[in-house]
């Protein structure tokens, strides 16, 4: 199976900062990449396929990039409601596998 | 807009089968994929298996001995059977459907299944 490996696995930051999140696959996946927000008590997400693909109804400050093995996922201008717990994974081949998970706080 | 409705019995003992099912409503049910995901309590996610419309399913290699995906397309509906159960799969499990192979953008609400003697 492929792992993900998401850093960090948690952070603390402030509203109006620009956060990246990163995601690494133990090998390629080309561009079969998505990420999950999940708040507490509720169902993921889904924010962006694709790699890049902003999901309808999603903020434009959510960006996704990379390709291969490294992504990143990047909230250009964090919002109250954007602390969460952030989840890539990869739908390049079964098993589908999650990172386990970037969990973010108020600082 | 899709949205899923999942119910199932939320406590089991170990050995017994868990059982959840997932109705669909507001959308088409063919040409959609159907997928079981879990988490455990604290814990990231897990994907367990996913069926297409013409009924072909894949299962994670870790349960696949013991999990099966069913559809109904006759009541909108799909399930998860989970055999011989043990408290390692307490969880709180989620139905999700997507356009997409393994790429769920619906979910439903979660259900918490405790296995406990």
């Known amino acids: 199976a492929i792992r993900m490996t998401q850093s960090p696995s948690s952070f603390s930051a402030s509203t109006g900062d620009r956060v990246t999140i990163t995601c690494r696959a133990s090998q390629g996946i080309a561009s079969y990449l998505a990420w999950y927000q999940q708040k507490p008590g509720k169902a993921p997400k889904l924010l962006i396929f694709?790699?890049?693909t902003l999901q309808s109804g999603v903020p434009s400050r959510f960006s996704g990039s990379g390709s291969g093995t490294d992504f990143t996922l990047t909230i250009s201008c964090l919002q109250s409601e954007d602390f969460a717990t952030y989840y890539c994974q990869q739908y390049y081949s079964y098993p589908y596998t999650f990172g386990q998970g970037t969990k973010l706080e108020i600082k | 807009q899709v949205q899923l409705q999942q119910w199932g019995a939320g406590l089991l003992k170990p050995s017994e089968t868990l059982s959840l099912t997932c109705a669909v409503y507001g959308g088409s049910f063919s040409g959609y994929y159907w997928s079981w995901i879990r988490q455990p309590p604290g814990k990231g996610l897990e994907w367990i298996g996913e069926?297409?419309?013409?009924?072909?399913?894949n299962y994670s290699p870790s349960l696949k001995s013991r999990v099966t995906i069913s559809v109904d397309t006759s009541k909108n509906q799909f399930s998860l059977k989970l055999s011989s159960v043990t408290a390692a799969d307490t969880a709180v499990y989620y139905c999700a459907s997507h356009l997409s192979s393994g790429l769920p953008s619906d979910w439903g609400q979660g259900t918490l299944v405790t296995v406990s003697s």
């Open positions: 069926i297409n419309h013409g009924g072909s399913t």
């Open positions: 694709a790699a890049s």
